[in-house]
């Protein structure tokens, strides 16, 4: 798959980061928004940020285009990359995913206050699965959290899940590099790299 | 120079690169981030005013003494600053004036989806509205000379789709103007707007609005793009987006200065297609304002508001369907397959903070069964299970008004539920609005009790500063503001400062304050975690699940730590910053802090099974 070329009307790739507030999954969009920049692309990224949202759900649109990009929005079946950092938003925002699109979900599991006082329950293990080889669309899960842990800093998930994704774009590792440097604090900056380069060999198996 | 900026850091590029001096705000879902931007990017004052009128008279003084200016409010800000809006479109301006409304299209973090562009036509002053950020910074560079060049204010109009996107903005950082001030220039018939000076200023305003028409026709901020004639398309702001995406044959007639419409491009454009579609979220604005320009052409001509819905932010997708009820537009709408769980999922609503001060005061709330008159912040979230502890909230400062309201009407008759009523307010809402609504209770011999919820910085919107905190947005330190002491001189004598973490006296304390006549304030002192130095260095709680006898307390307050698990309660140690109201609650003395690590500091609270 490339860069461009989610054909349909737009000729846009389109990219929806899901996650919980307090996770980076915002930090990873505009990461992703950053390199499309680097790569000369036209690039829109948007998302909602206002309530408390330290644990709430929080939710990114990015968009990529050799052409110019309008909208900064798009619909249902249509995003080409589903990232999710935790099981449940994974499912919740599914419906953005193009039938044949990639899933890549942290296998974290955040359980919301109405689970935790036992007023709603938390999906059975399995249903992840099931969902998205319904839906026709390939899923790459893994569990970023632990990675990052054993990289010696839990933060540096987002980067994981950044380095799956990477191999599947037209963008050199170079750029993504340059970007991390940019975003990210500068001790940190070599357990990111660590951590991205983990995740982008990881997705070199599937 | 090429950089991916959100819209609110583009207005504020655009500010500094047209040489504004002052800027004056109050903050605001989606257009916090602005005031701070321009500092970050160099603008010589920044401010946190104490609230969207004072931030505007402000700005407003700062035009006055001829220095380019400009204020940043959330849609509903600019209820409270509509009294020096209006005037100020009557004496116009000295240096440039730009008042930038950001509207919560889709109300995510807002009371009402309330659409200003009617401000403006009620104000009469010019309203630009952007649709990327690469347009963000240059209509707010522009605007300043539009405000200078018609002696107006101008309001220019983001939605929250155009604050939080991000775009890719191209500028010359060379090609800054830089801030000049000229002085006060003393002129009575304009500045000072007493009736006799109003009714000639008001024959100014009306002249300049024709002018301002005139220079709609040519600007740069309207464009016709002729495309397919059988579809044209009037729109503005993020709408010329989604439909650009949508229609991408169709015309357009895209508007920057949407307010005054320039009657002449217009009539050209409407005659040349077929059918006219109005794409506009929220109110047909634009539609209406056309209609009423009475040009020959058959109603059938245009397709508005009988198509789109009033309601929410609209997408590609919704224009098509929108308008493929239309068959003579010729437009299908195949929707791209998709698929969902029919699993339910568990819902993920914002929450307050592991460790948030609120919790212990909404708890307390609780248990005295309070009928509680909320107000607008972090608190609001009180109304949610499991505190379920607010029943009322309106708009900023309400709380003490709104009380003291039902207050007087009680006297009329028995209040049947027996409850106590209980008005919450945070710090930066009290100094905002609530100030004047305690005055009020004091002079009207109120019985009001009121709770301010002093966690020492504005957390809802981001954490701001404010007068009480010791900061400012530039960074100076600065004395706080006593707040105890202001109620004092408000007319409240009853006044104690607490704080909610010490969950036992501060629950007798408030039960004392109910039973006492006249009215009264506490002061529930407990920063932010955001903002607290001491939270770095906490542990997090450990349950101790041989002694945990799962009898639920711990989760009975709704922190997002807390969890029910194999038939013990449990913390997610990741989440929990040791705030200890678990430990204080706990009966069995089960939770409390893991063996303390190297300079970890223990809780100085105990167990005790506070209920
Ligand atoms: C007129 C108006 N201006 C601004 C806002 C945005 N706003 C919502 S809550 C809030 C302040 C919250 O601060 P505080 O009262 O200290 O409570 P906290 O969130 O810190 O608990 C603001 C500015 C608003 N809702 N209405």
Redesign the pocket.
């Given at each position: 798959m490339s860069a461009t070329g989610n054909g349909a009307r737009t000729g846009t790739t389109n990219f929806f980061v899901a996650g919980v507030g307090g996770q980076g999954a915002l930090l990873a969009s505009d990461i992703i928004a950053e390199a499309g920049m680097e790569a000369d692309l036209d690039v829109k990224k948007s998302e909602i940020h206002g309530m408390?949202q330290r644990a709430g759900s929080v939710f990114s649109h990015v968009r990529w285009g050799r052409n110019k990009v309008d909208a900064p929005l798009f619909s249902d079946g249509e995003a080409d990359f589903l990232l999710s950092f935790e099981i449940v938003e994974a499912l919740r925002w599914q419906p953005v995913l193009k039938k044949g699109g990639i899933a890549i979900v942290n296998t974290q599991k955040i359980y919301p206050v109405a689970v935790a006082i036992g007023n709603q329950s938390y999906p059975e293990d399995g249903v992840l699965e099931a969902e998205f080889a319904a839906g026709g669309q390939k899923l790459i899960s893994l569990n970023a959290d632990d990675i990052a842990r054993e990289l010696g800093n839990v933060r540096v998930a987002n980067s994981v899940i950044v380095g799956v994704l990477s191999r599947f774009l037209d963008v050199s590792p170079s750029v993504w590099r340059d970007v991390l440097a940019r975003r990210v604090p500068a001790r940190a900056l070599d357990v990111n790299l660590e951590a991205f380069y983990r995740g982008r060999e990881l997705s070199a198996d599937v | 120079m090429k950089q991916l900026l959100s819209g609110n850091e583009a207005v504020a590029l655009g500010a500094y690169l047209g040489g504004a001096a002052v800027a004056s705000a109050?903050?605001?879902?989606p257009s916090?981030e602005i005031t701070p931007a321009f500092a970050r990017f160099g603008g010589p004052y920044a401010e946190w005013a104490t609230?969207?009128k004072v931030a505007l008279e402000v700005a407003i003084g700062a035009a006055y003494e001829g220095a380019r200016a400009f204020t940043a409010?959330?849609h509903?800000?600019l209820?409270?600053a509509a009294d020096p809006l209006f005037s100020c479109s009557y004496t116009g301006i000295n240096g440039g004036l730009v008042v930038v409304t950001a509207d919560d299209v889709g109300i995510y973090?807002?009371?009402n989806e309330q659409d200003n562009r009617h401000m403006a036509r009620a104000a009469k002053v010019p309203l630009l509205e952007p649709s990327d950020s690469q347009e963000c910074m240059e209509f707010m560079r522009l605007a300043f000379e539009i405000s200078e060049r018609f002696d107006t204010p101008v309001l220019l109009r983001t939605t929250t789709r155009v604050s939080h996107s991000k775009g890719i903005v191209e500028y010359d950082p060379e090609l800054r103007t830089p801030p000049a001030v000229n002085g006060f220039k003393i002129d009575i018939s304009k500045f000072v707007i007493m009736p006799a000076m109003a009714r000639k200023r008001h024959v100014f305003v009306e002249e300049r609005t024709r002018a301002l028409k005139e220079y709609g026709e040519t600007s740069s901020l309207n464009r016709i793009e002729w495309g397919d004639s059988s579809i044209g398309v009037i729109t503005s702001g993020v709408s010329y987006q989604h439909a650009k995406e949508a229609l991408p044959d169709a015309s357009f007639l895209k508007l920057g200065l949407s307010w005054p419409l320039p009657p002449g491009l217009v009539e050209t454009f409407v005659k040349r297609v077929d059918k006219v579609v109005f794409v506009e979220e929220v109110d047909p604005f634009l539609e209406s304002e056309v209609r009423l320009m009475g040009l020959d052409v058959s109603s059938h001509h245009f397709i508005g508001k009988e198509a789109f819905t009033l309601l929410g932010e609209y997408s590609a997708g919704l224009i098509r369907s929108s308008l493929a009820k239309f068959p003579e537009l010729g437009i299908d709408c195949e929707k791209p397959t998709d698929h969902g769980t029919s699993v339910s999922l568990p819902d993920r609503p914002p929450v307050l903070c592991p460790g948030c001060s609120?919790r212990a005061v909404f708890y307390t709330l609780n248990r005295l069964k309070a009928i509680v008159y909320g107000?607008?912040?972090?608190?609001?979230l009180g109304v949610f299970p499991p505190l379920n502890a607010t029943h009322a909230c309106l708009?900023?400062g309400a709380s003490i008004t709104n009380n003291f309201g039902g207050e007087k009407a009680a006297q009329f008759g028995e209040r049947a539920d027996g409850r106590p009523r209980v008005s919450v307010?945070?710090?930066?809402?009290?100094l905002?609005?609530g100030i004047v609504g305690l005055i009020n209770a004091a002079y009207n011999q109120g019985n009001t009790k009121i709770l301010i919820?002093?966690?020492q910085?504005?957390?809802?919107?981001g954490?701001?500063d404010?007068a009480a905190t010791g900061k400012t947005l530039m960074g100076a330190s600065q004395k706080p503001l006593d707040i105890a002491r202001l109620v004092q001189a408000c007319g409240v004598e009853d006044v104690k400062v607490l704080d909610p973490f010490d969950l036992r006296t501060f629950r007798r304390e408030v039960k004392a304050a109910l039973g006492r006549p006249g009215p009264s304030v506490i002061v529930a002192t407990h920063p932010?975690v955001f903002v607290d130095p001491r939270v770095k260095g906490r542990q997090a709680i450990c349950i101790d699940p041989e002694k945990c006898s799962d009898c639920g307390v711990c989760l009975k307050f709704g922190c997002p730590g807390v969890y029910h698990a194999n038939g013990k309660a449990a913390i997610e140690q990741s989440v929990c910053n040791g705030c200890g109201m678990c430990v204080q609650f706990c009966p069995t003395d089960a939770a409390g802090t893991q063996k303390a690590g190297k300079g970890a500091k223990t809780l100085a609270i105990s167990g005790g099974g506070e209920r």
């Open positions: 408390a | 109050y903050p605001g879902t916090s609230n969207e409010m959330k509903i800000g209820n409270v973090s807002s009371q609120h107000d607008i912040g972090c608190y609001t708009c900023m307010i945070g710090d930066s809402t009290f905002h609005a919820l002093d966690n910085t504005t957390a809802m919107t954490h701001q404010h932010c």
